[in-house]
């Protein structure tokens, strides 16, 4: 939570707005150093309010912020960066919805830190590059994953410990990351998982992002690691999540 200030000023990035009253709206706001609250913007529903533009979702903004009892008001708002392609292409603005949904539920407001804030906004602005917005999404899901202490294991069984062979492998989301194939039949769960696609969530974990968007990945294999991320992040939250199932029903239709 915010910490005891009456007002303090911060950069946030607006997660999940929610309207309240006639003119009013309630803001998740992710910030720096105050973690994850919410605070209500007043009158910004007005086309004429001064506020308006400088609350939009996934929007970067310096905001002065006021504390009245419980409730954290937005006395001020700037905007820093509007990520316009976000707002203009709506796959993108999925995908961004999928970033904000999935660190809302690996974070709560005590835990959340500079390391969350800094990589969403990064993140935010992979997703206005020219490039396929699915790298950027599974990079995003791994970085989250290590920071939120669930980074899969990727260079030893995660049964037996010893190191992979280059071969294909499984993946087990139960056991936290790939298991060798000799342990995959001695139980029976997991599922195949390519050298191809382990050597590039390997890259992911180590990797900065300009190594990772100048890789070529093709439609089967982004398929294959969006199965295996998900499906891990699923087990994770065991709760399937909103942004998924609306990215997918964009794919339907543009079939």
């Known amino acids: 939570m915010p910490k005891a200030e009456r007002v303090f000023r911060t950069e946030a990035i607006v997660l999940r707005r929610q309207d309240i009253g006639e003119a009013d709206r309630l803001l998740l706001l992710l910030t720096p150093d105050h973690g994850k609250f919410r605070a209500v913007a007043h ?20 905001m002065l912020i006021r504390r009245r009892g419980e409730w954290y008001v937005v006395a001020q708002a700037e905007t820093k960066n509007a990520f316009l392609l976000l707002r203009e292409d709506l796959v993108r603005n999925t995908y961004a919805n999928h970033l904000a949904e999935l660190l809302d539920r690996f974070t709560s407001d005590q835990d959340s830190s500079r390391a969350e804030f800094d990589l969403l906004a990064r993140a935010l602005g992979w997703l206005c590059e020219d490039l396929d917005p699915r790298t950027a999404a599974r ?17 030893y069984c995660s049964v037996g410990q010893e190191p992979l062979e280059p071969q294909d492998q499984f993946f087990s989301v139960a056991d936290g990351g790939v298991i060798c194939p000799d342990h995959y039949f001695e139980q029976a769960h997991g599922m195949p998982i390519s050298l191809t696609a382990l050597k590039v969530l390997r890259h992911m974990q180590t990797q900065p992002w300009d190594a990772i968007k100048a890789l070529h990945i093709n439609t089967p294999l982004h398929l294959e690691l969006e199965r295996l991320t998900l499906a891990y992040i699923t087990y994770l939250l065991e709760q399937r999540l909103q942004s998924v199932e609306f990215l997918r029903r964009l794919r339907r239709e543009e079939l």
């Open 43 to 62: 009158g910004t529903r007005k086309p004429a309010a001064r506020k308006t533009g400088h609350v939009e979702l996934f929007t970067l903004v310096d």
């Open 139 to 155: 990079y995003y899901e791994i970085r989250l994953l290590a920071l939120a202490g669930f980074a899969p294991s990727l260079h």
